[in-house]
């Protein structure tokens, strides 16, 4: 696979610019080129191929994969081949592997500092001249120090054209690499962590109360093996009510020893009940040497967050302030009502005494 694109300036980019570019520039380079590239008629166009030596390890490999023990090393070769009209002049070097965020492998960019594949990859030269329509092959050496952790570690050997301008006068840099997947012998302890769960709900305006639910978290390869795995996620209300499960998940590209990854789980039409458990159940996938896939044990992480329907709870709150009016208020014509009937019970009683005083004075007076 061929991979062409602007090379940084230093006086027209910012450093932050360059090694975005640079980054831009590899995120292709790790398959092998096995097809003959057609001779170069524009300035983006690769005119050579790169492919796995024949050897020991086998013939028409795809990428390189060692098992090596520390202190050990293993010798293989890069076949060149160059399909165009002229000779090409290379640079040929190794650099870590990293998971870039679209998922896939990358590699430091040139002149970063390697300190696993890329710096235990030597070859004798880093250039190589071959003439046109030639075949050249590069050995290299894997050379694993002693004190190297066990576990596995990713990288690439890389081929580069180098800074070229092209027509509009825009210098690129021409890159092919093949990966390197290393696994230095030893005990190997698979392990994955689920870190910085959270779970939101964004249906507080809903009508109805429902909404999409949102789970979130973050998967970090603590072990020292490469790991992927397979997930699942659900979202309940209180007491697991209304559980609601999401969709097959995505699985999580392959992670690297100490790498993580950000899951994001969309849950649709969750109702809202005041506040949501979201839980993530993971299942680590551990790839041996010879491809077999088997499973750990799950993990799993929960998560709290609110649930509020406002919409619903706003309603709720004007029919409850409705129903305290009322009965206020109906309160207040109890009182008044009774307050008028003890006034109007007071203004009788007085009236009696006063009549019935009036009687006795005439009483006396009339005896």
Same mark, same amino acid.
């Not at 458990?277 to 993990?299: C, E, K």
């Not at 109906?330 to 008028?340: G, K, L, P």
């Given at each position: 696979m061929t991979t062409t694109a602007p090379a940084a300036r230093p006086s027209a980019r910012s450093p932050r610019t360059v090694t975005t570019v640079l980054v831009a520039l590899l995120v292709s380079a790790l398959v092998t080129a096995l097809a003959p590239t057609p001779a170069a008629h524009?300035?983006?166009?690769?005119t050579w191929t790169v492919r796995t030596a024949s050897n020991e390890f086998g013939a028409d490999r795809t990428s390189y994969a060692y098992t090596v023990d520390p202190g050990s090393s293993v010798d293989d070769g890069l076949v060149i081949a160059n399909h165009g009209d002229e000779a090409l002049d290379l640079t040929v070097y190794a650099a870590d592997g990293y998971t870039a965020d679209t998922g896939s492998l990358d590699l430091l960019v040139a002149g970063a500092t390697s300190v696993g594949v890329g710096a235990w990859v030597t070859t004798p030269t880093r250039a190589v001249s071959i003439p046109a329509g030639e075949t050249a092959t590069v050995p290299f050496t894997v050379a694993v120090p002693e004190n190297a952790t066990p576990g596995d570690y990713a990288g690439g050997i890389v081929t580069s054209l180098g800074a070229q301008e092209d027509a509009e006068d825009v210098s690129v840099d021409r890159r092919l690499g093949i990966r390197i997947s290393l696994r230095v012998a030893g005990a190997l302890s698979p392990r994955l962590a689920i870190e910085d769960a959270q779970v939101t709900w964004d249906g507080g305006l809903a009508l109805f109360g429902t909404g999409d639910a949102t789970l979130r978290y973050t998967l970090h390869n603590t072990g020292n093996t490469t790991l992927s795995a397979r997930q699942t996620a659900t979202?309940?209300?209180? &007491? %697991?009510? &209304?559980? @609601?499960?999401?969709?097959?998940?995505?699985?999580?590209?392959?992670?690297?020893? %100490?790498? +993580?990854? @950000?899951? +994001? /789980?969309?849950?649709?039409? /969750?109702? #809202?009940?005041?506040?949501?458990? #979201? @839980?993530?159940?993971?299942?680590p996938l551990v790839t041996d040497a010879s491809g077999s896939i088997t499973p750990l044990d799950a993990v799993t992480a929960m998560a709290v967050g609110a649930a509020v329907p406002w919409v619903l709870v706003l309603i709720v709150l004007v029919a409850a302030a409705l129903v305290v009016l009322g009965l206020r208020l109906r309160r207040r014509r109890r009182a008044a009502a009774q307050a008028r009937e003890e006034a109007r019970v007071q203004e009788a009683v007085a009236q009696a005494l006063a009549e019935a005083g009036e009687r006795e004075a005439d009483r006396v007076t009339a005896s």
């Amino acid at each position: 696979m061929t991979t062409t694109a602007p090379a940084a300036r230093p006086s027209a980019r910012s450093p932050r610019t360059v090694t975005t570019v640079l980054v831009a520039l590899l995120v292709s380079a790790l398959v092998t080129a096995l097809a003959p590239t057609p001779a170069a008629h524009a300035a983006d166009e690769v005119t050579w191929t790169v492919r796995t030596a024949s050897n020991e390890f086998g013939a028409d490999r795809t990428s390189y994969a060692y098992t090596v023990d520390p202190g050990s090393s293993v010798d293989d070769g890069l076949v060149i081949a160059n399909h165009g009209d002229e000779a090409l002049d290379l640079t040929v070097y190794a650099a870590d592997g990293y998971t870039a965020d679209t998922g896939s492998l990358d590699l430091l960019v040139a002149g970063a500092t390697s300190v696993g594949v890329g710096a235990w990859v030597t070859t004798p030269t880093r250039a190589v001249s071959i003439p046109a329509g030639e075949t050249a092959t590069v050995p290299f050496t894997v050379a694993v120090p002693e004190n190297a952790t066990p576990g596995d570690y990713a990288g690439g050997i890389v081929t580069s054209l180098g800074a070229q301008e092209d027509a509009e006068d825009v210098s690129v840099d021409r890159r092919l690499g093949i990966r390197i997947s290393l696994r230095v012998a030893g005990a190997l302890s698979p392990r994955l962590a689920i870190e910085d769960a959270q779970v939101t709900w964004d249906g507080g305006l809903a009508l109805f109360g429902t909404g999409d639910a949102t789970l979130r978290y973050t998967l970090h390869n603590t072990g020292n093996t490469t790991l992927s795995a397979r997930q699942t996620a659900t979202v309940a209300g209180p &007491f %697991g009510w &209304f559980a @609601t499960h999401a969709d097959d998940v995505e699985a999580p590209p392959a992670l690297l020893p %100490g790498e +993580s990854w @950000t899951i +994001s /789980v969309p849950v649709p039409d /969750v109702p #809202g009940l005041l506040w949501l458990t #979201g @839980t993530a159940a993971v299942v680590p996938l551990v790839t041996d040497a010879s491809g077999s896939i088997t499973p750990l044990d799950a993990v799993t992480a929960m998560a709290v967050g609110a649930a509020v329907p406002w919409v619903l709870v706003l309603i709720v709150l004007v029919a409850a302030a409705l129903v305290v009016l009322g009965l206020r208020l109906r309160r207040r014509r109890r009182a008044a009502a009774q307050a008028r009937e003890e006034a109007r019970v007071q203004e009788a009683v007085a009236q009696a005494l006063a009549e019935a005083g009036e009687r006795e004075a005439d009483r006396v007076t009339a005896s």
